[in-house]
């Protein structure tokens, strides 16, 4: 059964303010969890970085020293330029979908 356009709207609607809540927990998370740390506190990034801390007996593999007291964005060292244009990106999206989602209520 094709749904009414209101029912569309709606399902629409819906999937809109689920995407905004993931997109703001993710970004709520990033701030203080790296998405390179896995759950044994290892880096698994492929690029240099300054809370990356050397393991003894392990040449290729490191920890990660960053505290999640800080926003640990800056310390990647392969394109601090990206980390802004991330921002912009991220919050463009975000605004988008707080203003998509106004005008269909
Ligand atoms: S060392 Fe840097 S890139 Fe690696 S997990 Fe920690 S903050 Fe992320």
Known sequence: MTPSTEEFQERLD???????????RAEESS????????SQDLCTALFSCRNQVSIAGKPDSFSCSHD??????PAWESNPKGWKRMQETTAAIRDEALKNRRSSN
């Open 14 to 24: 819906r999937i809109n303010s689920i995407f905004t809540a993931i997109l703001d």
């Open 68 to 73: 999640g007291s800080f926003d640990y964005r």
């Open 31 to 38: 701030l203080t969890r790296c998405p390179y740390r896995d």
